[in-house]
């Protein structure tokens, strides 16, 4: 006899629900974002509007963190309530991941003004790939400090910062890989927003997440 398929043990509907929960996690970081989503469709590609770029991107450092607690969640439980999964870890860990965040946004203003400095002189262009890596450098503290924020969410903001300064020079590699997928992410935002936006963001930073995860547990078994 054929035995009667439901929701709990039929593999496709798991597949959609999981679908389900990340496609949530993409609206939710979207709804956070609304400023810099209508900058991005409104706007064009051009250095006088790099300050309201700017501007409208503060909110991304707290919605990027509470997307990776999603995934975080998601990883450990499967079955949750996205939604609310998503806000919980918004108002958890919100202020951190905006704290956080202004590191990288910090080391990435400051790098490319200086890049555009540099590049007019032919003394400063020597000093080009410094301001490369410091852009580097401050872009994969910040992923590293989102990601040790959420799975250690008692963690001070210098533990936070310790560990993600070691591991961002110890696996420099996987920390050109993250930004790489960072870019690649804000890439897909401003040439298909209705991809960037909508579908992609849970997939880089799920591999992001999977990135980092993966250098810790090696780390942690070497010890």
Not at 81 to 92: E, G, L, N, S, Y
Not at 176 to 183: D, I, W
Not at 199 to 206: D, E, I, M, Q, S
Request: net charge positive.
């Amino acid at each position: 006899m054929f035995t009667k398929q439901t929701f709990d043990n039929n593999i496709y509907m798991k597949i959609f629900r999981w679908l389900y929960i990340l496609f949530i996690g993409n609206l939710g970081l979207l709804l956070v974002n609304i400023p810099f989503f209508i900058a991005v469709i409104s706007l064009d590609i051009d250095p006088r509007n790099l300050p309201l770029f700017v501007v409208t991107l503060l909110p991304m450092g707290a919605g990027m963190i509470a997307l990776l607690g999603l995934i975080d969640t998601f990883k450990e439980e499967k079955e949750l309530d996205p939604f609310k999964t998503f806000f919980q870890k918004f108002r958890q860990f919100g202020l951190r991941g905006f704290l956080i965040s202004l590191l990288g946004l910090g080391s990435s203003i400051i790098s490319v003004t200086d890049i555009f400095f540099f590049a007019k002189t032919t003394i400063g262009k020597w000093f080009i790939p410094l301001m490369v890596l410091l852009l580097i450098f401050g872009l994969a503290i910040m992923l590293n400090g989102w990601y040790f924020q959420v799975r250690n969410p008692q963690a001070s903001f210098k533990d936070v910062f310790r560990i993600s300064i070691y591991y961002g020079l110890r696996k420099w590699y996987v920390s050109c890989l993250n930004v790489f997928l960072l870019f690649s992410m804000f890439a897909m935002m401003f040439l298909k927003p209705q991809f960037g936006f909508v579908v992609t963001p849970v997939l880089f930073l799920g591999i992001i997440y999977l990135n980092t995860g993966k250098l810790h547990e090696k780390q942690k078994k070497n010890k």
